[in-house]
């Protein structure tokens, strides 16, 4: 146990704040059984996160078994935007979990009919089809789908290219880890999809260039045109940062999409839903792309 996890000792001060409370060692000794089946059963990429064993959850405090609470500056991965636990939340789980239909796909249902024009109502005109995923990756994948699917229906076979940014993250699965920008991340995948290519992202700090000709020049360095492009993937902010574009590069990304028939899809699973103060995080730009 002391190899793995090291245990604060219980002479350390108490914090006792408006809203934070720490009255045990960390990690508590009766959690790091929990700790070792993790770290027996998980693979080694999820390894690496803090050894407080989660209780529950309230709007924005979480709680252990042991009488520690902490403030959740984290709000989660992706899905904790509106707080943790809401009442309205809860209870429309509860509802469908009585109603005795936890899932339907392959038929019609009244609650997915409520769900999707729900979404297409909070998106731009003219965004007014939804499709249900699991996943971002799954959605990531089907952007690239869509993409390259209108590309070979006006450009030919030769308009199948996919650009994604350098330090952009899209998921685990091929062709997101592809369009994604991590490269240690991609070095099992080998034979790299040569028409997937990473712009440098202009965040102003690790791409001090943030013109829009640098997004150009990636384009015309790996020899081809943008009759050679079926669609570009970006993050509405790189979740690793978090890093933002400058305006002015989005808004021209966005004409130059436009101009030769390429399709302009944000990545919104971090960004989306109010995480921004602005519903779609994509809005601030003053543009609207084609998928979300």
């Not at 959740?72 to 789980?93: C, F, K, M, Y």
């Not at 509802?95 to 009919?113: D, I, K, M």
């Not at 089907?142 to 899209?170: M, V």
Request: aromatic letters at 10%; charged letters at 20%; proline letters at 7%.
């Amino acid at each position: 146990m002391g190899k793995e996890f090291s245990i604060i000792p219980r002479d350390v001060p108490r914090v006792e704040t408006k809203y934070r409370r720490i009255t045990t060692p960390l990690p508590h000794p009766d959690s790091v059984a929990a700790l070792h089946t993790l770290r027996q059963f998980e693979p080694q990429s999820m390894r690496g996160q803090p050894p407080i064993v989660w209780d529950r959850a309230e709007d924005i405090f979480v709680y252990d078994k042991y009488g520690n609470q902490w403030i959740d500056w984290s709000s989660g991965v992706l899905v904790t935007n509106a707080g943790h636990g809401a009442p309205e939340i809860r209870q429309a789980i509860l509802e469908q979990v009585q109603s005795g239909l936890l899932h339907n796909y392959v038929f019609p249902s009244e609650e997915r009919a409520a769900l999707v024009e729900a979404l297409a109502s909070v998106a731009p005109p003219p965004l007014n089809k939804v499709f249900l995923l699991t996943t971002g990756s799954e959605a990531t994948e089907c952007a690239i789908k869509l993409s390259r699917s209108y590309g070979l229906k006006t450009g030919g076979c030769r308009k199948i290219g996919i650009i994604g940014f350098q330090r952009g993250f899209h998921g685990r699965t091929l062709g997101a880890q592809q369009a994604g920008g991590m490269a240690a991340q991609k070095s099992w995948i080998v034979n790299e999809d040569p028409a997937i290519l990473n712009a440098p992202f202009p965040d102003g700090y690790w791409q001090t260039d943030t013109r829009f000709e640098t997004f150009l020049g990636t384009i015309h360095q790996r020899g081809l045109a943008p009759e050679d492009i079926a669609g570009v993937l970006m993050e509405s902010y790189q979740g690793v940062g978090p890093d933002f574009a400058p305006v002015e590069y989005v808004q021209q990304l966005a004409a130059w999409c436009r101009q030769h028939g390429i399709v302009l899809a944000f990545d919104e699973v971090q960004a989306g839903f109010g995480r921004t103060g602005k519903f779609w995080a994509f809005e601030h730009y003053g543009v609207i792309p084609d998928l979300i």
